[in-house]
Each structure stands twice: as C-alpha cells, then as structure tokens.
C-alpha cells in the first residue's frame, strides 16, 4: 500500500479523555477512532492486525478439531431464562437490552452459551455425533460500568468463543488439556508468550477451578500470585494456603504480579445442556446430557495487550506475526532517481506477495517520517535516500532492536528471510 493513498493520518496527541496507553498509540497511530467509552472503529491499519490475530486464532482454533460458526447477537430472553441468566437475574449486570416493535424483549449477546446449546439440539442426538467443537469470531456487547482501558475493556468488541460438546467427563478433560495448550500457543505467536501465565481461579458452580491466561503489565486490572519456576499462576480471588497445597507451588518463591486477563477457559459441565434439553443417546440406549465447556479470546483485548507491552518511547513495536505490513519503505527524498528506486523497490517486493507500505509522499522532512514510521511500529524499515541510491544502497532498519544495516539492493533482495524479524513457531 503507498502511504499517500492511506487516507488515515497519525497524530501528535491522543483524545485528552482516554488514558489507556494501548488507545493513545493505536489512536496517534491512525489504527483506530474512538467513537465512544469502551467503543473503537479499526481503520485499515487496525483491521490489518486485528485479522492477522484472528488468522492465528482460527489457525490453533481448526488444528484442534473447531468448526466456524457465526451466531447472531440479538437473543431472545426464553433459553437465558431458563438459564437464569436473563437480565432480570441482578448477578448478570451486562446485558444491553431492546425492543421490537410488537414489545417483544430482545438482548445482545455478551456471551453464546445458551444459544449454542439450543442450536445443537438440532445436530447433537447419538453419541455417534460427539464430540463437537463449534467457535465463532463475534461481536459481544457488555454494558461494562467502566471502560477507561482502550481495547483491553469494552462494551463492544469482538470474541472468540468456542464451546465443547463432548460424552463425559473424560472426553471432556482430553480436549481441556488441548485447548489450554492451543492457548498458549497462541499467545506465543502475537508475542505474549513469555509474559503469559496459565492462572488458576474459581471455576464458579461447574468445576473446582477455572483457568485463566494473564499476561503481566502493570496496566492490568488483576493481581495473580506467580510461582516462575512452574510457569503457573493464580488469581488473587482464589489465592488461599489451601490452593497452595493443592497446586504444589512453592509459598515462598510466589511473586505478587499485575497482570490482564487475555483469556480464559471454563468447564461447564452439564449446566446448560440439563437446563435447555440438550441430550444424546448413549451406546447402551439412554438419555445422557452433554457435557460441555467454554473458551474465550478477545482479540481486540489481544492487540491492546500487545501494545502495552510491545512499545516505546517511539510508538509501537509489532511482532511481525501481527503487524499491518512487514516492511516500511520510507522514500526522503523527491528526486528522481531515488523516487525510481522506491518505486521499483515497492514493486518488486509487492510481486513477491511481501506486505509492504510504502512512504511515497512528497515535501515532508526526513524527521517527520521517521517519527510517524516509529509511531506505526512496522517491524522493518527501508529507507531510500539520495545518497543511498547513489550507491546503489538501502538502509535497513529493525524497529524492535533498532539494529541498522546499509546493504547493496541486490543484497538486500537476496537475504530478506536474513535481515527481517520472525516469528518462532
């Protein structure tokens, strides 16, 4: 993409109201608009990274068995109340709720658990149709009291959540075990992986414990007891002598953390499917119900993580798995053969399927473009220059180590898997 067609621009300063470090750099950055508390829109460049995280998402999601889906938000009230979690239930405060014309009460969705259950009564009556691993990418609404954290809490944002159908309880924990490794994978793969910790806490009515993955940033809004040796974590709320002992971790090397929840996996059990009918056939010929569990991402919590993290004093720093564009292409210099160079640059590397936006606006300083390339955060940056091209040279810069190399064009071309960041699969 050349940069003079991008009609987004980046600014100096952020929205005096937002206070989250991840919404004023995505903000100045040009990635996203605010149009309220807890709502963004993802212009071009968020919605580049947004889908690269959803790539890597759905990519761990299908390994593992999941099929996609896509669920409405509007929810009729009848399978939540029979759940007693319609809005008239005070311990579910989330829902944003509205009318038809005829009066009839309708909500958005903030989580899918009843209506997926409804729906698999359609698909699911022998054990022949077990197990099923349905996930959707979907937009949640949650009438949060407060939202002064960027994209890391909203009212509106985008979930992926994948529900399990499965026999028993046995079938039920071999997946478990597969989805928590899938998570840390993915966390790994936007570049959370070493900050990121499995994080045991209540499993509520369905299980003694549920787990959690936070990722250690002090703009979190959650304390977890860390043991580094073990690579686990819990949660303040459940942190007791008791669940010490019982996860064997060591009292005294646990390390007090601040830490944001990036996602979370839940064993339901068979709440849901007891309560709306969901019920299979076994081989002996009776009626059993489906045992069933939850498993939440939110992508865009994801991408807002990853900048409060991942940036500097500059702007943002994106791994290259996540990034809007590989390469920045900052052209300073309006001359001719340097504009030839860049151009032909631009082309090559567009050929060759690699993302690549490239600065070719005219009149502005060196300095400017520098600072808005910092800000933008792409992983590579290739700077053309008239006495760059007088010698047939390109600088190359790593935005994440900041490292510079001044390599002929033809050596740049040749070693381009050498000199660019990459992700660790």
Request: proline residues 3%.
């Amino acid at each position: 993409m050349k940069q003079s067609q991008l009609f987004t621009k980046t600014r100096k300063e952020a929205p005096k109201d937002e206070v989250a470090k991840n919404a004023e750099l995505l903000i100045r950055g040009g990635y996203i608009h605010k149009e309220m508390a807890g709502v963004y829109t993802y212009l071009p460049l968020g919605l580049r990274v947004l889908n690269n995280i959803n790539g890597i998402i759905r990519d761990e999601m299908n390994k593992v068995g999941g099929q996609e889906i896509l669920l409405t938000s509007l929810q009729e009230k009848e399978p939540w109340e029979k759940t007693n979690r319609w809005v008239t239930n005070p311990d579910v405060d989330v829902w944003f709720t509205t009318k038809l014309k005829n009066d009839t009460e309708l909500g958005l969705g903030f989580t899918h658990e009843e209506p997926l259950t409804r729906l698999m009564k359609d698909h699911i009556r022998s054990y022949r149709d077990l197990p099923v691993y349905p996930y959707q990418i979907q937009t949640k609404f949650r009438n949060e009291s407060r939202a002064k954290s960027g994209l890391m809490r909203g009212r509106e944002f985008l979930m992926k959540d994948l529900y399990s159908f499965s026999k028993d309880e046995a079938e039920h924990n071999v997946f478990y075990e597969k989805m928590k490794q899938a998570y840390l994978n993915i966390f790994r793969r936007v570049g959370l992986g070493d900050k990121t910790y499995v994080t045991f806490a209540s499993g509520g009515s369905f299980s003694k414990y549920s787990h959690e993955f936070q990722t250690v940033t002090s703009a979190g809004e959650d304390l977890i007891f860390v043991d580094e040796a073990k690579k686990i974590a819990i949660n303040r709320e459940v942190y007791n002598d008791e669940v010490i002992a019982d996860l064997g971790v060591d009292k005294d090397a646990i390390v007090e953390k601040e830490a944001v929840e990036v996602g979370n996996i839940f064993s339901l059990g068979t709440r849901f499917s007891e309560a709306l009918g969901l019920m299979y056939v076994n081989e002996r010929g009776e009626n059993m119900p489906v045992v069933m569990g939850s498993y939440g991402i939110g992508p865009g919590r994801l991408m807002g993580t990853v900048v409060e993290l991942l940036s500097d004093d500059k702007g943002i720093v994106w791994p290259e798995s996540v990034a809007p564009f590989k390469f920045h292409i900052v052209r300073i210099s309006d001359k001719e053969d340097a504009v030839k160079q860049a151009d032909g640059l631009y082309e090559v590397l567009t050929q060759k399927g690699i993302e690549v936006l490239y600065d070719d606006r005219v009149g502005l300083r060196a300095g400017e473009k520098f600072a808005e390339s910092d800000l933008l955060g792409l992983p590579c940056r290739i700077v053309i220059s008239d006495k760059l091209v007088a010698e047939n040279k390109v600088e190359v810069k790593i935005r994440s180590t900041g490292d510079t190399h001044v390599l002929s064009r033809e050596d740049f071309l040749k070693g381009l898997q050498e000199h660019t960041p990459h992700e660790k699969q």
